[in-house]
């Protein structure tokens, strides 16, 4: 998701859009890379949504747990990948919260 800066934060600019690398406390909190160049939390009400057509959309194929509903589309935070090259989705899931998931419960959508 990309959003504009509409509220003065530390570290960023009115007016200039930030890529959101992944939403926490059920969204109020936007993870952005900031003019510093590093990572930190940031009130969502200090921006305004510019564009939600570049996320990764993903269907659930399979579920490890209740927090995930098959055939449910969810969008993808961030793609995380552990050492040994294994691929994890983080997606913001039933309770509302994200969590990272094994690529193998999902197909892309989009």
């Not at 969204?27 to 590093?38: E, F, L, M, P």
């Not at 449910?72 to 793609?79: A, I, N, T």
């Amino acid at each position: 998701m990309t959003v504009k800066c509409i509220d003065k934060e530390f570290d960023l600019t009115v007016g200039k859009e930030y890529k959101v690398s992944m939403l926490e406390s059920q969204g109020d909190i936007y993870r952005i890379v900031d003019d510093s160049g590093k990572e930190n939390g940031y009130s969502a009400e200090s921006f305004a949504v510019v564009k939600k057509g570049d996320e990764l959309m993903v269907r659930c194929v399979k579920s490890p747990n209740i927090d995930l509903i098959v055939g449910k589309v969810y969008e993808v935070l961030s793609v995380d990948t552990d050492p040994a090259g294994r691929k994890s989705l983080r997606v913001i899931d039933e309770s509302g919260e994200d969590y990272l998931y094994g690529s193998t419960f999902f197909e892309v959508v989009k």
